[in-house]
């Protein structure tokens, strides 16, 4: 039972313009939201995040988007530089449990 | 400041064995929680240590149990390994264990490669 879905594996973008990550979730319970950033051989690192409260949120080159009624979120990417490149994974959190998504590999071209 | 390490970096062990990984919190953190990440899935949570207790467990199965000592460091301890144990396991450590927030400062580990044949 996936209850955070990423449903493209892969995303590429040209340097320089806007990459946009999706995810779903089921859950309406879920109350915060993370996306994590994912180089090889190296664990996850925090990248933004968001309260269910809020519909937006943005930190620099980063924004993170939520729509509760659609039970989705978006993470916005602007512009594209080539050390974005890595597996974005989005998250969930009720209860202290944190829910990742399957993750969606980034490749910015030059 | 250290951060999270963990190690081995990667084990091979046989079916029916047991394994133990091993976690190093960040200085100064309380609270570490354990994923498991199968190839091509994000990480799945297994539980959760915060002061030496467990604070919230996944969905796996009683054979996968932890310790978290004094100084905070954590064990992953696996029984009668599972061909499909095969994955990266991560853990992670962030400061108390209760507020969202805490999340946003959660470190996590390179992880620990373990195959099971």
């Known amino acids: 039972d996936q209850q955070v879905k990423q449903n493209s594996p892969s995303l590429s973008v040209q340097e320089g313009r806007i990459s946009i990550l999706n995810c779903d979730y089921t859950n309406s319970m879920f109350d915060y939201f993370l996306w994590y950033k994912k180089y090889p051989a190296e664990g996850p690192t925090f990248l933004i995040s968001i309260s269910s409260i809020k519909d937006k949120n943005e930190d620099g080159r980063f924004t993170v988007f939520l729509n509760k009624s659609a039970k989705h979120l978006s993470l916005h990417i602007v512009p594209s530089q080539p050390g974005d490149s890595a597996v974005y994974f989005c998250a969930a959190i009720r209860l202290q449990k944190l829910v990742f998504g399957q993750g969606t590999r980034l490749t910015i071209n030059p | 400041e250290t951060g999270v390490t963990q190690s081995p970096t990667h084990l091979i062990k046989t079916r029916g064995q047991q394994v133990t990984l091993r976690c190093s919190s960040q200085?100064?953190?309380?609270?570490v929680s354990w994923y498991q990440q199968a190839l091509g899935q994000g990480p799945q949570f297994i539980f959760q240590y915060y002061r030496e207790e467990e604070n919230g467990r996944g969905n796996f199965p009683p054979r996968f149990s932890g310790l978290q000592f004094p100084n905070y460091s954590s064990e992953l301890n696996v029984n009668a390994l599972e061909l499909d144990d095969s994955a990266l396991y991560l853990c992670a450590s962030s400061l108390g264990a209760s507020g969202y927030s805490s999340y946003n400062e959660q470190f996590f580990g390179p992880g620990t490669r373990l195959t099971v044949l």
């Open positions: 200085s100064g953190h309380n609270t």
